[in-house]
């Protein structure tokens, strides 16, 4: 009978160990499955956050955009004026005349990180304007007798020129530098003087500046020099 008793007794005390073993397996895993959940909402809380910082930070390099932009833009719909001029009032004979309006683009002249406003007038090349110090203004134009503006690149540099192709025996180019403040930081001329020629040979007078140098010295600045290609830049009208 205590036998009997003895072997009944074991088994409950099994039976009880056992459930308390599935007890705690079951709080083990309900644990484990807070944890993950915790975890899983943690994530998804910083990815949400990551994305709200990200679309943030693209908005503001967006609006930075938009105002690096904005008077260019309100100069081009004729809601800014510069020296007491509208667009329409300065390009009337493009408008007038041509029928059309000019070409109008972007592109860092003084290689400042911001692009500055080139419009092509009617007959003198570029008109290049800019924000100087919180103002807008006009940095270089042609004119003049036979005077064009433009914008020739080489050697990482970008300089403002100033050609005159449209005299008999003569061609001169004025190169240009701009800071960022709109000054000249590097200037030099070049030119090639035939009278009575068609063009020039190395018979012809060559100049850098005030110094005489020869027709070989004087190509090789219109090789490293070119003007640049229109239909790479961004247009302004876009």
């Known amino acids: 009978m205590?036998?009997?008793?003895?072997?009944?007794?074991?088994?409950?005390?099994?039976?009880?160990?056992?459930?308390?073993?599935?007890?705690?397996?079951?709080?083990?895993?309900?644990?484990?499955?807070?944890?993950n959940d915790a975890a899983s909402n943690e994530l998804e809380t910083t990815s949400a956050g990551d994305e709200a910082q990200a679309a943030e930070a693209a908005s503001e390099q967006a609006t930075a955009a938009d105002?690096?932009?904005?008077?260019?833009?309100?100069?081009?719909?004729?809601d800014l004026s510069v020296d007491g001029?509208?667009?329409?009032?300065?390009?009337?004979?493009?408008f007038d005349d041509l029928g059309e309006k000019p070409e109008?683009?972007?592109?860092?002249?003084?290689?400042?990180?911001?692009?500055?406003l080139?419009?092509?007038?009617?007959?003198?090349?570029?008109?290049?304007?800019?924000?100087?110090?919180?103002?807008?203004?006009?940095?270089?134009?042609?004119?003049?007798?036979a005077t064009i503006c433009d914008i020739y690149a080489g050697e990482g540099k970008a300089y403002v020129v100033h050609t005159d192709f449209g005299h008999v025996g003569r061609q001169n180019i004025e190169f240009?530098?701009?800071?960022?403040n709109g000054e000249k930081v590097e200037s030099f001329e070049i030119s090639a003087g035939y009278p009575d020629k068609d063009n020039y040979d190395e018979n012809s007078m060559f100049l850098l500046n005030d110094k005489e140098i020869t027709m070989q010295e004087y190509e090789k600045y219109?090789?490293?020099?070119?003007?640049?290609?229109?239909?790479?830049?961004?247009s302004a009208w876009d």
């Open 85 to 94: 001029q509208t667009f329409l009032e300065i390009y009337a004979e493009s």
């Open 2 to 35: 205590k036998r009997n008793i003895a072997l009944v007794l074991t088994c409950l005390m099994i039976i009880g160990m056992v459930g308390c073993v599935g007890n705690d397996k079951a709080q083990d895993s309900e644990n484990i499955g807070g944890a």
């Open 176 to 180: 240009a530098l701009y800071g960022s």
């Open 222 to 234: 219109l090789n490293t020099y070119k003007p640049l290609d229109r239909s790479t830049l961004k």
């Open 118 to 145: 080139l419009v092509v007038g009617p007959y003198y090349g570029f008109d290049i304007y800019d924000v100087i110090n919180g103002e807008f203004t006009c940095l270089d134009c042609g004119g003049g007798i």
């Open 104 to 116: 109008a683009y972007y592109y860092d002249v003084d290689s400042d990180g911001e692009d500055e």
């Open 67 to 78: 105002d690096d932009f904005t008077p260019y833009q309100l100069f081009l719909s004729d």
